[in-house]
Antibody, heavy 118, light 109 residues
Framework: QVQLQESGPGLLKPSETLSLTCTVS????????WSWIRQPPGKGLEWIGY???????NYNPSLKSRVTISVDTSKKQFSLKLTSVTAADTAVYYC????????????WGQGTLVTVST | QSVLTQPPSASGTPGQSVTISCSGS????????VYWYQQVPGAAPKLLIY???QRPSGVPDRFSGSKSGTSASLAISGLRSEDEADYYC??????????FGGGTKLTVL
């Protein structure tokens, strides 16, 4: 059974950089895309972007200027960096296995809450 | 305001059937598969329907999906209390971005 686990700081100040890592277990990273999706408290889901196991990336146009996703298949990890955070970036961040580079999100991490506050 | 439009709420009594709609355009739903996700309170979303109507292993056949043109629907028959959750549709857009609907909160009365 594939499992994903997010890790990283839960509290940031405005203008800092959000950094999260997702560790994959129970399956290979090969042939899959790996996404980050976020959900502000009480709101809906927003796709941030994905990375293919080879390193090819695709980002949400609305966040593209601030987002970097990287992958380390030897460690079975992929990571998210989001720069210049504001309160609007406060959300639960999910790492998600993605089939076919589309909207087929079949395995989700439990999510981690990141709060941006002074 | 989501590009994919879902009703904010839906409800039904146990045993009833309910349908949740998802409306898009030719640049998203009209041009790709639709996926549905179920999110029970406090948990991560779960894939419920993929490629318009297919169910992952373990999803009861009470859940069914369909797509026509630029709209899609999720139907739930034989409502059960455990179906109370938020439901999201998703698809891919020509802008090379994944899109989610705003979500529908299903209440089992």
């Amino acid at each position: 059974q594939v499992q994903l686990q997010e890790s990283g700081p839960g509290l940031l100040k405005p203008s800092e950089t959000l950094s999260l890592t997702c560790t994959v277990s129970g399956g290979s990273m090969n042939t899959y895309y790996w996404s980050w999706i976020r959900q502000p408290p009480g709101k809906g889901l927003e796709w941030i972007g994905y990375i293919y196991y080879t390193g090819t990336t695709n980002y949400n146009p609305s966040l593209k200027s601030r987002v970097t996703i990287s992958v380390d298949t030897s460690k079975k990890q992929f990571s998210l960096k989001l720069t210049s955070v504001t309160a609007a970036d406060t959300a639960v961040y999910y790492c998600v296995r993605t089939r076919g580079g589309r909207s087929d999100f079949d395995y989700w991490g439990q999510g981690t809450l990141v709060t941006v506050s002074t | 305001q989501s590009v994919l439009t879902q009703p904010p709420s839906a409800s039904g009594t146990p045993g009833q059937s309910v349908t949740i709609s998802c409306s898009g355009s030719s640049s998203n739903i009209g041009n790709d598969y639709v996926y549905w996700y179920q999110q029970v309170p406090g948990a991560a979303p779960k894939l419920l329907i993929y490629r318009n109507y297919q169910r992952p292993s373990g999803v009861p056949d009470r859940f069914s999906g369909s797509k026509s043109g630029t709209s899609a629907s999720l139907a739930i028959s034989g409502l059960r209390s455990e179906d109370e959750a938020d439901y999201y549709c998703a698809t891919w857009d020509d802008s090379l971005s994944a899109l989610f609907g705003g979500g529908t909160k299903l209440t089992v009365l």
